[in-house]
């Protein structure tokens, strides 16, 4: 399989950092059927942010509304998948940065069965040329 990038719409949420917090988020996307292909958190100040990427943005939000869960605004992030091998996420980054793009952040991982994953966050302006440059669908 070749290396694939989507971009894909993420949804962040404000939480409070403390124990527990994330799994009851998770919860009720679980109880209410929601999807999610990509899941990250980190602490913000004394808060935390999660940035949900759900299969079915409606019904995410749905959800959320129905928790009483305030989320912001539809945002845009590239999810990338492929085949694991050294280097796999050199060459992407690469060609943002030889183009001039600074990546906002980035999360990978492997997963299992020769196979990796990514998160790529870009600055809002550079969406657009990034998924160009990148060959994003």
């Not at 009720?28 to 759900?54: M, S, Y």
């Not at 980035?106 to 550079?126: M, N, Q, S, Y």
């Amino acid at each position: 399989m070749t290396t694939t990038i989507r971009r894909v719409d993420y949804f962040k949420v404000g939480i409070a950092n403390k124990p527990g917090e994330a799994a009851r988020l998770l919860d009720v996307l679980k109880a209410e059927g929601v999807n999610l292909v990509a899941f990250t958190g980190f602490p913000r100040g004394r808060r935390a942010q999660a940035d949900f990427i759900p299969e079915d943005a409606a019904a995410f939000k749905e959800a959320m509304k129905k928790a009483g869960v305030n989320v912001g605004q539809k945002k845009s992030v590239f999810l990338i998948r492929g085949d694991d091998r050294v280097g796999a996420m050199s060459g992407i980054l690469g060609k943002l940065g030889k183009a001039g793009i600074n990546v906002t952040a980035v999360d990978a991982v492997t997963g299992g069965k020769d196979r990796f994953g990514g998160i790529l966050w870009v600055h809002p302006r550079d969406v657009a040329r990034s998924a160009r440059i990148l060959g994003a669908t």
